[in-house]
């Protein structure tokens, strides 16, 4: 298992390790106590899993506040798509800062997402599959959303304007950042 940093603190770059052969290949996606041995000592409770049809496909970016916070361990299943996370935690020297990594079945990395950042992705390929981890239960009254495209953010999701988003009524209307009256904050 490799583990990479990104410029945001607690947002990592996961790639387990493939072993193939004629046949394909087997990797074992998970381990509580690699993770845990590597410094990640997380109590995952909760596995999702998402299809989006459509190429430009937006989900989020998305949150859960506390006391449900979520920290997340993502992957594709199938297909590609460019995953995001923009750090919500007021007072943090990274407030309203992203990452992106692209993340498919053929580079087998994933994105751990901790609490205090807003997530979301969108699909580069049609038929794609998400998969991810979860520290708490799906509790839809601490749900939270970030614009996905806030000029203020600047997400440079890697499409041109040939593609058209297709996002749900809900995500179409989340707040900018600067309405954003984020539950989290920064903890040195």
Same mark, same amino acid.
């Given at each position: 298992?490799?583990?990479?940093?990104?410029?945001?603190?607690? /947002?990592?770059?996961?790639?387990?390790?493939?072993?193939?052969?004629?046949?394909?290949? $087997?990797?074992?996606?998970?381990?509580?106590?690699?993770?845990?041995? @590597?410094?990640?000592?997380?109590?995952?409770?909760?596995?999702?899993?998402?299809?989006?049809?459509?190429?430009?496909?937006?989900?989020?970016?998305?949150?859960? @506040?506390?006391?449900?916070?979520?920290?997340?361990?993502?992957?594709?299943?199938?297909?590609?798509?460019?995953?995001?996370? /923009?750090?919500?935690?007021?007072?943090?020297?990274?407030?309203?800062?992203? /990452?992106?990594?692209?993340?498919?079945?053929?580079?087998?990395?994933?994105?751990?997402?901790?609490?205090?950042? @807003?997530?979301? $992705?969108?699909?580069?390929?049609?038929?794609?599959?998400?998969?991810?981890?979860?520290?708490?239960?799906?509790?839809?009254?601490?749900?939270?959303?970030?614009?996905?495209?806030?000029?203020?953010?600047?997400?440079?999701?890697?499409?041109?304007?040939?593609?058209?988003? /297709?996002?749900?009524?809900?995500?179409?209307?989340?707040?900018?950042?600067?309405?954003?009256?984020?539950?989290?904050?920064?903890?040195?």
């Amino acid at each position: 298992m490799q583990i990479e940093d990104t410029k945001l603190p607690g /947002v990592k770059i996961i790639t387990p390790a493939r072993f193939g052969d004629h046949r394909g290949f $087997f990797s074992e996606s998970y381990s509580k106590q690699n993770m845990a041995a @590597a410094g990640i000592p997380l109590d995952f409770v909760q596995d999702n899993h998402s299809l989006s049809a459509t190429v430009g496909t937006v989900r989020g970016l998305h949150f859960q @506040a506390p006391p449900h916070a979520q920290d997340k361990l993502v992957r594709c299943g199938k297909g590609c798509l460019l995953d995001v996370a /923009v750090d919500i935690r007021k007072g943090s020297p990274t407030y309203g800062q992203w /990452v992106a990594v692209e993340l498919s079945f053929e580079n087998g990395k994933q994105l751990l997402v901790p609490a205090g950042f @807003a997530h979301g $992705f969108m699909t580069r390929e049609p038929d794609t599959e998400i998969i991810y981890k979860c520290t708490d239960y799906y509790a839809p009254e601490t749900e939270g959303a970030l614009i996905w495209n806030d000029p203020e953010v600047g997400i440079d999701w890697g499409v041109s304007g040939e593609i058209e988003p /297709v996002l749900s009524e809900k995500d179409a209307i989340a707040p900018r950042l600067a309405d954003l009256d984020s539950p989290f904050i920064y903890e040195a």
